[in-house]
T-cell receptor, first 113, second 113 residues
Framework: DAKTTQPTSMDCAEGRAANLPCNHS???????VYWYRQIHSQGPQYIIH???NNETNEMASLIITEDRKSSTLILPHATLRDTAVYYC??????????????FGQGTILTVHP | GAVVSQHPSRVICKSGTSVKIECRSL??????MFWYRQFPKQSLMLMAT?????????EQGVEKDKFLINHASLTLSTLTVTSAHPEDSSFYIC?????????FGQGTRLTVV
């Protein structure tokens, strides 16, 4: 799986959009970008994933650059409950290794009042 | 999203005893599950891949005789930490592979005294 690089920490004001960047310059053509988050002392929670098109669901939006070397997770209206560690993971969506995730250090997002 | 339930959420055991952790996929069949371990202030580290009806595949450095994995049905995988020692104290997390993403349990905090 391709390696990802994320900022160590970010702050965001409650109600504002949180934009979390991720670099994955070695991503290969069949690899997807996944985002998970982990709230303290809980298991990771799936947020969103994409291949090359931008994606949106009820939790967030995922913007992937045209060359696919980077992406941004957008939480449109951050709340205090969005404070968590956010992991950007690149992995294949099929094959025997699918679901076997390699977690980096992630970005600690702190949402403050 | 799909639900993965892990039990127990917390366990304290004496050094030298064995502890079993259960991971259940409640609303889908999971032929493949994964076990991770997370030490304080660190990221998740994959321990092993659990395949229904076959032997687990362990990551390098993980002792298969110490961390016994059984995946006897499509909805249940168990991790048994045998002869636990204080250095085995950690947060153990399972995940199950769904159609397009992995779903995580809530984790088990193991403390060996």
């Amino acid at each position: 799986d391709a390696k990802t690089t994320q900022p160590t920490s970010m702050d965001c004001a409650e109600g504002r959009a949180a934009n979390l960047p991720c670099n994955h310059s070695t991503i290969s053509g069949n690899e997807y970008v996944y985002w998970y988050r982990q709230i303290h002392s809980q298991g990771p929670q799936y947020i969103i994933h994409g291949l090359k098109n931008n994606e949106t669901n009820e939790m967030a939006s995922l913007i992937i650059t045209e060359d696919r070397k980077s992406s941004t997770l957008i939480l449109p209206h951050a709340t205090l409950r969005d404070t968590a560690v956010y992991y950007c993971i690149v992995t294949g969506a099929g094959g025997t290794s699918y679901g076997k995730l390699t977690f980096g250090q992630g970005t600690i997002l702190t949402v403050h009042p | 999203g799909a639900v993965v339930s892990q039990h127990p959420s917390r366990v304290i055991c004496k050094s030298g005893t064995s502890v079993k952790i259960e991971c259940r996929s409640l609303d889908f069949q999971a032929t493949t599950m994964f076990w991770y371990r997370q030490f304080p202030k660190q990221s998740l580290m994959l321990m092993a891949t659990s395949n229904e009806g076959s032997k687990a595949t362990y990551e390098q450095g993980v002792e298969k005789d110490k961390f016994l994995i059984n995946h006897a049905s499509l909805t249940l995988s168990t991790l048994t930490v045998t002869s636990a020692h204080p250095e085995d104290s950690s947060f153990y997390i399972c995940s199950a592979r769904g159609l397009t993403e992995a779903f995580f349990g809530q984790g088990t905090r193991l403390t060996v005294v």
